[in-house]
C-alpha cells in the first residue's frame, strides 16, 4: 500500500488542523494505521493510532486533543489536531501495519511527512 500525507501547515496556538492520508494499491480497512511525529533532532514519536477493529489509542501528550479517524470508502486516514500547541512542531508521518500499531517497529508502510507548525 502506497501513502500520501497533507493538510500540514502553520496555525496559532489554540488552532486546529486536519491532516488526511491518501492509500492506494490496497485498502485501508486491511491494516491499523497510525501518525507519528518527528520534531528537529528528535526521534520519530507514536501519535495516534487505529487498529483494524476500530479501536484507537493515543499519546498522553495528545489524547483528547487529536482524533484519528478512518473513511473507508475514500480509503483515507485522518488526524484532526485541535487546540494546538508550540510543542505540537514536528513533521508528521501517516503509517500502515498488519498487526497493531504503537511504536516504529510495528510499522510496514510510512507515508512522507507533512510539516505542521505552531506559532505561539
Known amino acids: 500500500v502506497q501513502l500520501q500525507a497533507s493538510g500540514g501547515g502553520l496555525v496559532q496556538a489554540g488552532g486546529s488542523l486536519r491532516l488526511s492520508c491518501a492509500a492506494s494499491g490496497r485498502s485501508i480497512r486491511s491494516y491499523a494505521v497510525a501518525w507519528f511525529r518527528q520534531g528537529p533532532g528528535k526521534e520519530r514519536n507514536f501519535v495516534a493510532g487505529m487498529h483494524r477493529s476500530g479501536g484507537t489509542t493515543y499519546s498522553d501528550s495528545v489524547k483528547g486533543r487529536f482524533t484519528i479517524s478512518r473513511d473507508n470508502a475514500k480509503n483515507t486516514v485522518y488526524l484532526q489536531m485541535d487546540s494546538l500547541k508550540p510543542e505540537d512542531k514536528a513533521v508528521y508521518y501517516c503509517?500502515?501495519?498488519?498487526?497493531?500499531?504503537?511504536?516504529?517497529?510495528?510499522?510496514?508502510?510510512w507515508g512522507q511527512g507533512t510539516q505542521v507548525t505552531v506559532s505561539s
Open positions: 503509517a500502515a501495519g498488519v498487526a497493531r500499531i504503537t511504536t516504529a517497529t510495528s510499522v510496514d508502510y
